[in-house]
T-cell receptor
């Protein structure tokens, strides 16, 4: 069975602080894909990143970075110098190739000025 | 810009009165999905179309039906909405799996928030 755990329900930070959102996944498949989505108050889920199980390179995109570690089954997401516009619910998701995303329960990030 | 469009953004219906939500896409993706998302919960997959092939999730109530008349459009029909069906309904699209088993990201529309009175 596939499962995604986001243990942090809500995180509050002050602008310019760095923040890391944790994601732990479970799967018995050797080929799988991990995703992060952002859901701002407007409701639309915005795709942020996809990572496949054979690529453990960390990735940086502007203020966003992702740390994928197969040894600990984790795919953590760090926002550097957070901004108010980063306030949203962030979902980590897993896909093992059957066109079905398994979502975590989401982490609500509140960035205050 | 290529995108996923959902109409209406907000829908109010009465208990038991059939309602249809619509989704269209300009991405030319052959897989389309419908999700239900209740407050403070993760999206829950209801069903998806792989081209015209309909795939229902085992726990999706019979009250929910879907139609996909062509590649661009997909509809969600709720035959007799109950108070428990009030939620955000999200449509998504993706490219299909390649023979090598790649899996592509899903692109979501803005959602339709359904209220049942």
């Amino acid at each position: 069975a596939q499962k995604v755990t986001q243990a942090q329900t809500e995180i509050s930070v002050v602008e310019k602080e760095d923040v890391t959102l944790d994601c732990v996944y479970e799967t018995r498949d050797t080929t799988y894909y991990l995703f992060w989505y952002k859901q701002p108050p407007s409701g639309e889920l915005v795709f942020l990143i996809r990572r496949n199980s054979f690529d453990e390179q960390n990735e940086i995109s502007g203020r966003y970075s992702w740390n994928f570690q197969k040894s600990t089954s984790s795919f953590n997401f760090t926002i550097t110098a957070s901004q108010v516009v980063d306030s949203a619910v962030y979902f980590c998701a897993l896909n093992t190739g059957f066109q079905k995303l398994v979502f975590g329960t989401g982490t609500r990030l509140l960035v205050s000025p | 810009d290529a995108m996923v469009i959902q109409n209406p953004r907000y829908q109010v219906t009465q208990f038991g009165k059939p309602v249809t939500l619509s989704c269209s896409q300009t991405l030319n993706h052959n897989v389309m999905y419908w999700y239900q998302q209740k407050s403070s919960q993760a999206p829950k997959l209801l069903f998806h179309y792989y081209d015209k092939d309909f795939n229902n999730e085992a726990d999706t109530p019979d009250n929910f039906q879907s139609r996909r008349p062509n590649t661009s459009f997909c509809f969600l029909d709720i035959r007799s909405p109950g108070l428990g069906d009030a939620a955000m309904y999200l449509c998504a699209t993706s490219r299909d799996l390649t023979s090598g088993g790649s899996s592509y990201e899903q692109y979501f529309g803005p959602g339709t928030r359904l209220t049942v009175t």
